[in-house]
């Protein structure tokens, strides 16, 4: 089954704890990108790769940290969490050819920092 | 900057009844336009796209449209069910890094 895959799904951790959330697609695509949601600002781009080894920064990357090793899968890093980084996480990815690309996402990641 | 807005916020109607959830962008320069589903805690589900040189897509009980040069889109549903109760999203492909741009999305409940 094609599908984004994320972990963990729930995540509680306190200031300053490094997390990494991964992110693993099975469809082959190129393009991976991570978003946050938040009440009343909708989904937010954090961090997107157009290709293995080629990331760079969304709207929101403060505080947050990327890697692209293999195409299958994007990890996103937070090196020093902090309470407003508390939201809801995605993962999307898609084929590259901004033409067509359907955006597929992954089922979240729901994450406290107390 | 692209900003895309989605009206009504929320929105309460009886089973049965056809339904239009509008979205608005800033930017006509758009490769396509996307309709998205999420239930309370869920993922996103996409629902349909267009692509910037279609005027609509229909997939079941849903057509959405498309005009481009006004930067509107619609989704129309039809005859609606309780199960259709979740939030609408409506996204837009722009920009060299084929970034999506959310609208606030909105929120629909489908009574008995």
């Known amino acids: 089954e094609a599908q984004v895959t994320q972990n963990p799904r729930y995540l509680i951790t306190v200031t300053g704890k490094k997390l990494t959330v991964t992110c693993s697609q099975n469809m082959n695509h190129e393009y991976m990108s991570w978003y946050r949601q938040d009440p009343g600002l909708g989904l937010r781009q954090i961090y997107y790769s157009m290709n293995v080894e080629a990331t760079d920064k969304g709207d929101v990357p403060e505080g947050y940290k990327v890697s692209r090793k293999e195409k299958r899968n994007f990890p996103l890093i937070l090196e020093s969490p902090s309470p407003n980084q508390t939201s809801l996480y995605f993962c999307?990815?898609?084929?590259?050819?901004?033409?067509?690309?359907?955006?597929?996402f992954g089922p979240g990641t729901r994450l406290t920092v107390l | 900057k692209q900003e895309v807005t989605q009206i009504p916020a929320a929105l309460s109607v009886p089973e049965g009844e056809n339904l239009v959830l509008n979205c608005s962008f800033t930017?006509?320069?758009?490769?396509?336009l996307q309709w998205f589903r999420q239930d309370p805690g869920k993922g996103l589900t996409s629902l349909l796209l267009i692509q910037s040189s279609q005027r609509e897509q229909t997939s079941g009980r849903l057509n959405a449209s498309l005009d481009k040069s006004s930067g509107r889109s619609t989704l129309y549903i039809a005859a609606s069910q309780p199960g259709d109760s979740a939030t609408y999203l409506c996204?837009?492909?722009?920009?060299?890094?084929?970034?999506?741009?959310f609208g606030t999305g909105t929120r629909l409940q489908v009574t008995l």
């Open positions: 996204a837009v492909t722009s920009g060299t890094a084929s970034k999506l741009t």
């Open positions: 999307a990815s898609s084929f590259t050819r901004a033409s067509y690309n359907e955006q597929f």
């Open positions: 930017d006509s320069a758009i490769y396509n």
